[in-house]
């Protein structure tokens, strides 16, 4: 059974500061996808970034970073410099693309809010 | 650009009452799913949907049903509400060659009260 665990639930953090939300996730399957939404408070979610499990580079998006490493099975978002507008609750997915198995296995979500 | 449109985005029952959920989507997405949100919970797949006339169950399908005849609109429906199912409610919706790739679509939610 596919599991994702995000053990941070709140955050808090100084505007400017760099921060980092891990998710650790479990499959038996060697072919997954990884992602991270983002809710902020107006409430929808806003798709970040989608990672297959044969690709495992790190990607960079202006301030947002990921780091995938299969040998911890992590799957680290960081935000460097945060803003104010990063607030919002931020979610890590799982998908294993078996045929019939249409489903997103989210985490619970970490609340970060940046101070100004 | 609608995307996806939810409706109601609010709504409160009372406890053994029936209602739907809609769901548009003008995106000729042929997946489209429900999710809930509670709590410490993340979100949880309820039903899903790969097209027209076609529908499964998620997770948590129990006390929901869900119909899809056309390409654009998947309805959720509670036959008989309880408080168990007080949550925000989620459609989502994507091309069906990416349904298990991610990028999901996501309405603004619906957050449901039984009371």
């Known amino acids: 059974a596919q599991k994702v665990t995000q053990a941070q639930t709140e955050i808090s953090v100084v505007e400017k500061e760099d921060v980092t939300l891990d998710c650790v996730y479990e499959?038996?399957?060697?072919?997954?996808?990884l992602f991270w939404y983002k809710q902020p408070p107006s409430g929808e979610l806003v798709f970040l970034i989608r990672?297959?499990?044969?690709?495992?580079q790190n990607e960079i998006s202006g301030r947002y970073s990921w780091n995938f490493q299969k040998s911890t099975s992590s799957f680290n978002f960081t935000i460097t410099a945060s803003q104010v507008v990063d607030s919002a609750v931020y979610f890590c997915?799982?998908?294993?693309?078996?045929?019939?198995?249409?489903?997103?296995?989210f985490g619970t979500g970490t609340r970060l809010t940046i101070i100004p | 650009n609608a995307g996806v449109t939810q409706t109601p985005k609010f709504q409160v029952l009372k406890t053994g009452q029936s209602m739907t959920l809609q769901c548009a989507q003008d995106?000729?997405?042929?997946?489209m799913s429900w999710y809930r949100q509670d709590p410490g919970m993340g979100l949880r797949l309820i039903h899903y949907?790969?097209?027209?006339?076609?529908?499964d169950q998620g997770e948590v399908p129990n006390g929901y049903n869900v119909s899809r005849s056309t390409t654009e609109d998947f309805p959720l429906r509670l036959l008989s509400a309880a408080p168990s199912q007080t949550s925000v409610y989620f459609c989502?919706?994507?091309?069906?060659?990416?349904?298990?790739?991610?990028?999901?679509?996501f309405g603004e939610g619906s957050r449901l009260t039984v009371l």
């Open positions: 997915a799982l998908s294993e693309p078996h045929f019939g198995n249409e489903k997103l296995t």
């Open positions: 499959t038996r399957d060697t072919t997954y996808y």
């Open positions: 949907s790969v097209g027209a006339g076609i529908t």
């Open positions: 989502a919706s994507s091309p069906v060659f990416s349904a298990n790739t991610g990028e999901l679509f």
């Open positions: 995106m000729n997405h042929e997946y």
């Open positions: 990672r297959n499990s044969f690709d495992e």
